[in-house]
């Protein structure tokens, strides 16, 4: 795993403008971690923990594992700001167990999200432990509350519980009643082991039977337990209940056709292509990115959600160092700037075909593709590999970077498979992801997921996201 570890220095920056095709990985991790993600080539879902949210990989284990089936991407996102940027490329937000409520600017901002299209998907967990300080200060008993309310929702104090009829204790209640919905189809019935009851005007879709009581009103009733309603052009799904997810509490009654019905809702959503604004006065390609010798730039990167700083600095026309917490490396570049070499750490990489600048200016729909064979020396050993690469100006979107400025950028998807052979065995990095380059800073941001194998099996995962902190030019 060391070897496999430092391959190839990581960075989509090495330079104002070259593309991430060289990126494979460094201090990796052995497991995934919570901020780490599966690989897509669908749609993409974003777990907010940037509100104490009480929910991890555990918890959604088996939801993700059934996303993964259908090669879609789920994210755990612990900052609000990076889940901002990443929400008009998500298809749906999970919301699960806030202990901080949500601000005004956020909920707008998770509003807009679902009324252009996408899902939402609110998850309470009625445990007394998540009321949370920020709540409290402002009467809010449920943070979650502070989000479901302006949808027209609440979630309600207490849990439900039925001595007469339920799932070995009183507190595992069945829900068996169901209103006609994409959520509730081919249910009979479930069990939910800790709930509470969700309040609404006709957005319910599942209820408890009347004998159930409420801890707080200790009141029989026929409690709703799920919601389902259309926002602008989006949905919003909630649940009372986060325990169904778990295993072994998923293969109860019919608690895993409800997570089968919930899968196949998310994969059905369809990220709206946004318009440009201001048609006219919009850039429509970027241009070669130029800066000056002298300048430098600091960047903010998660590593499997672990977060350092990355320091880039360009040191002459044809050479480029990056700094990092454990690593100094320098990329040299040839006079029209495709990457020849580079230096990390007592590792020098040269390869036979310098891998191109991309073909500026960027327009919409350009693809272009490149191969090289290279050399990797380490501790004075030669070792042969060979990169294939593939990318494709997807669009053009507005980004806001680390020191609140906005830029123009052309966001390229690109893929990349890298083989290399090291004491007798064969290592494969597949890396999938996109960059956002612009005309004023160069690279801006990047999400990449590689996967590693030896041998032709799977080893691991990783996750990488970048983001411009700041730039000073020389």
């Given at each position: 795993m060391k070897t496999l570890s430092e391959l190839h220095p990581p960075p989509s920056i090495y330079y104002i403008y070259l593309p991430p095709q060289a990126i494979t990985r460094s201090e990796a991790s052995d497991q995934l971690e919570e901020n780490a993600s599966l690989p897509s080539g669908g749609g993409n879902v974003l777990i907010d923990l940037s509100h104490g949210n009480r929910v991890s990989w555990w918890i959604l284990d088996i939801l993700i594992s059934e996303l993964a089936k259908r090669n879609?991407?789920?994210?755990?996102?612990?900052?609000?700001?990076?889940?901002?940027?990443?929400?008009?490329?998500?298809?749906?937000?999970?919301?699960?167990?806030?202990?901080?409520?949500?601000?005004a600017k956020e909920s707008a901002r998770i509003m807009r999200f679902v009324e252009e299209g996408r899902l939402l998907l609110l998850f309470?967990?009625?445990?007394?432990?998540?009321?949370?300080?920020?709540?409290?200060?402002?009467?809010?008993?449920?943070?979650?509350?502070?989000?479901?309310?302006?949808?027209?929702?609440?979630?309600?104090?207490?849990?439900?519980?039925?001595?007469a009829d339920?799932?070995?204790?009183?507190?595992?209640?069945?829900?068996?009643?169901?209103?006609?919905?994409?959520?509730?189809?081919?249910?009979?019935?479930?069990?939910?082991?800790?709930a509470t009851h969700i309040r609404s005007m006709g957005m319910e879709v599942a209820w408890t039977s009347k004998d159930t009581y409420s801890s707080v009103a200790e009141k029989a009733d026929n409690?709703?337990?799920?919601?389902?309603?259309?926002?602008?052009?989006?949905?919003?799904?909630?649940?009372?209940?986060v325990t169904f997810l778990e295993e072994s509490y998923c293969y109860v009654e019919d608690n895993y056709k409800l997570i089968q019905n919930l899968v196949s809702i998310i994969a059905e959503v369809k990220v709206p292509v946004k318009e440009k604004i201001e048609e006219g006065f919009k850039e429509?390609?970027?241009?070669?990115?130029?800066?000056?010798?002298?300048?430098?730039?600091?960047?903010?990167?998660?590593?499997?959600?672990?977060?350092?700083?990355?320091?880039?600095?360009?040191?002459?026309?044809?050479?480029?160092?990056?700094?990092?917490?454990?690593?100094?490396?320098?990329?040299?570049?040839?006079?029209?700037?495709?990457?020849?070499?580079?230096?990390?750490?007592?590792?020098?990489?040269?390869?036979?075909?310098?891998l191109p600048e991309p073909p500026y200016p960027l327009t919409e729909g350009d693809r272009w593709k490149y191969e090289s064979n290279y050399t990797l020396v380490m501790e004075g050993k030669e070792h042969k590999g060979n990169i294939v690469g593939e990318e494709e100006v997807e669009g053009f979107e507005d980004i806001l970077a680390g020191d609140n400025n906005w830029y123009f950028c052309a966001r390229v998807?690109?893929?990349?498979?890298?083989?290399l052979a090291v004491g007798g065995r064969n290592m494969t990095m597949m890396t999938t992801g996109r960059y956002w380059i612009s005309s004023d800073a160069g690279t801006v941001k990047q999400e990449m997921t590689t996967d590693y194998y030896v041998d032709g099996i799977f080893t691991m995962r990783e996750k990488r996201t970048l983001l411009l902190r700041s730039i000073r030019k020389g």
């Open positions: 879609m991407t789920v994210s755990f996102i612990s900052q609000w700001d990076l889940l901002d940027s990443r929400l008009d490329n998500a298809s749906c937000l999970i919301v699960a167990s806030p202990t901080e409520t949500y601000s309470f967990d009625p445990a007394w432990e998540y009321i949370g300080t920020s709540g409290l200060m402002q009467g809010i008993i449920a943070p979650i509350n502070s989000l479901s309310t302006r949808f027209g929702f609440s979630f309600a104090k207490g849990y439900l519980y039925n001595e339920h799932f070995g204790i009183y507190r595992n209640i069945y829900v068996r009643n169901f209103a006609e919905s994409p959520l509730t189809e081919n249910l009979d019935s479930l069990v939910f082991f800790t409690y709703a337990t799920m919601i389902w309603m259309k926002r602008g052009n989006g949905t919003v799904a909630a649940f009372g209940d429509e390609e970027v241009a070669k990115p130029v800066l000056p010798v002298g300048t430098e730039k600091n960047y903010t990167e998660w590593i499997d959600g672990k977060e350092s700083l990355v320091k880039w600095f360009k040191v002459s026309e044809t050479e480029i160092k990056i700094e990092r917490p454990n690593r100094t490396s320098h990329y040299y570049f040839t006079e029209d700037g495709a990457l020849w070499k580079w230096i990390s750490n007592g590792m020098e990489c040269i390869y036979d075909e310098p998807k690109y893929t990349s498979v890298e083989h």
